[in-house]
């Protein structure tokens, strides 16, 4: 599978590294290890995300629900531990099925076994893969027959904000391509606010953050055979307050070398490889952004402070 594909991954970094800014796309972050971190990232006191997130759709899943298209299939690009997911299908009695797309085989199959249990009535179909991957979006639509119905994709977690406006619509297209003409998208988005608040949320007291960041190292390390020293990186979370983003940088506390392959990859001091952004948004931008994939902003669900939003989506046509 290309999602998986070593030499993918060894392509990847090596373009990663060569540029002049060197950066290595995020999804990597998530090796099985990976996503375990970030499960416990999303349970910090810093990480106001996900309580945040839970609580609104705890508040106002029955009325997200009745938005949404009856006899639906839900997709979930991203699922991650399942939990959010719950909250829909609790009040979705007639639910055609769900089908969780994840990058990790650990989460996919935890999300199966936890679901299974709680909605065995669901007809649940997990698929490993990519959702930046047009062609395996387009595979299972096919295989899923989920062309011209009503699917409900739901991707929260503020994954959206993982990619620059233009992989944003890339994404976005692939969302509009599942949850097909009259179907609906449900995305969670994170709410610009005060700086350091943004900056705790992706630097925290602990060095779960860290330690998640610092795991694309090893893995590089473990399944490409290359030869760095971990020690010479350190975590940071920077924001860009042009592009309304928190950006983790991997930065090399000293001169160093990366060695892939028979590539070797020089760093000064200071210098860093930047390895996620989490874009931040207004309701005003995310309907900027998502028009610019030919969807339309039809609802909204936000907490008290302003801090996150649930945002339902359509197909402008
Ligand atoms: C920010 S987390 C969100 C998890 C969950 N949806 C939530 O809201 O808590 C992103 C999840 O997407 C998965 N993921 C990241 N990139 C992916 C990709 N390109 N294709 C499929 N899954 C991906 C990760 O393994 C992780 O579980």
């Known amino acids: 599978m290309p999602f998986t594909c070593r030499q993918s991954f060894l392509d990847d970094v090596i373009d990663g590294l060569s540029r002049s800014q060197k950066t290595l796309p995020c999804k990597y972050l998530y090796d099985d290890f990976g996503a375990q971190l970030f499960e416990q990232i999303t349970a910090l006191q810093e990480y106001y995300l996900t309580r945040t997130e839970l609580a609104l759709l705890a508040q106002y899943a029955q009325d997200i629900v009745a938005h949404l298209p009856t006899q639906a299939t839900v997709i979930e690009p991203g699922c991650g531990s399942g939990q959010k997911v719950a909250y829909l299908l609790d009040n979705m009695p007639d639910v055609n099925g769900f089908i969780p797309l994840e990058i990790s085989t650990e989460m996919l199959l935890y999300t199966q076994q936890r679901l299974r249990q709680r909605f ?4 649940i179909h997990p698929l490993h893969g990519d959702f ?7 595979a299972l639509v096919q295989q899923h027959g989920l062309n011209g119905s009503n699917n409900v994709v739901f991707f929260p977690g503020s994954t959206l904000g993982n990619f620059s406006p233009i992989h944003a619509i890339e994404v976005l297209h692939n969302l509009r391509t599942l949850c097909g003409h009259n179907g609906r998208v449900l995305i969670g988005i994170d709410l610009i606010k005060a700086t350091p608040r943004l900056l705790a949320a992706y630097d925290d007291k602990e060095g779960v953050t860290a330690a998640f960041n610092r795991n694309l190292l090893t893995r590089i390390a473990r399944e490409l055979g290359a030869h760095l020293c971990l020690e010479h990186f350190r975590h940071e979370a920077r924001f860009n307050s042009e592009q309304h983003r928190v950006e983790m940088h991997l930065v090399a506390n000293q001169d160093t070398c990366i060695s892939v ?24 931008s995310f309907s900027s952004l998502i028009g610019n994939a030919g969807l339309t902003l039809v609802d909204s ?10 945002c339902l989506v359509k197909s402008q046509r």
């Open 301 to 310: 669900w936000c907490d008290s402070q302003g801090d996150f939003a649930l």
């Open 261 to 284: 392959r028979d590539q070797r990859f020089t760093l000064r001091a200071g210098e860093s490889i930047h390895t996620e952004n989490s874009h931040k948004y207004t309701l005003a």
């Open 132 to 138: 930046t991957h047009g062609p395996t979006i387009k």
């Open 120 to 123: 065995a009535h669901v007809n």
